[in-house]
């Protein structure tokens, strides 16, 4: 079993900044990648954004890019999600995942085999 730790969340007034990190916890293993999706109040959950090891490889959702970037750092086994311009439409439980192994589709939760707890980030207007 992989439990990851979420930080970073909080309140933050809009156009401000706030950097979520995930790590496992526990033992060192190797991943294939680490993602963020959230939910906002009312909606799905949706992809935000992932980060492959194998390259450094990245991938941001539309609705968020050229605000969001992410990042890791393999000696912390830290992956994280800087998030810059916010919105109040931002607002949402952000969660972290990991996938073990090389799959198809980095987009779809399917793709991700363990999931965090959440964080809220909440962004007053």
């Known amino acids: 079993q992989v439990q990851l730790v979420e930080s970073g969340g909080g309140l933050v007034q809009a156009v401000g900044s706030l950097r979520l990190s995930c790590a496992p916890s526990g033992r060192t293993f190797s991943t294939y990648a680490m993602g963020w999706f959230r939910q906002g109040p009312g909606k799905e959950r949706e992809f935000v954004a992932t980060?492959?090891?194998?390259?450094?490889?990245?991938d941001i959702a539309d609705s968020v890019k050229g605000r969001f970037t992410i990042s890791g750092d393999s000696a912390k086994n830290t992956v994280y999600l800087q998030m810059n311009s916010l919105k109040p439409e931002d607002t949402a439980v952000y969660y972290c995942?990991?996938?073990?192994?090389?799959?198809?589709?980095?987009?779809?939760?399917?793709?991700?085999?363990?999931w965090g707890q959440g964080t809220q980030v909440t962004v007053s207007s």
């Open positions: 995942a990991v996938a073990l192994i090389p799959r198809a589709g980095a987009r779809g939760e399917y793709f991700y085999d363990y």
């Open positions: 980060f492959l090891w194998n390259g450094g490889i990245t």
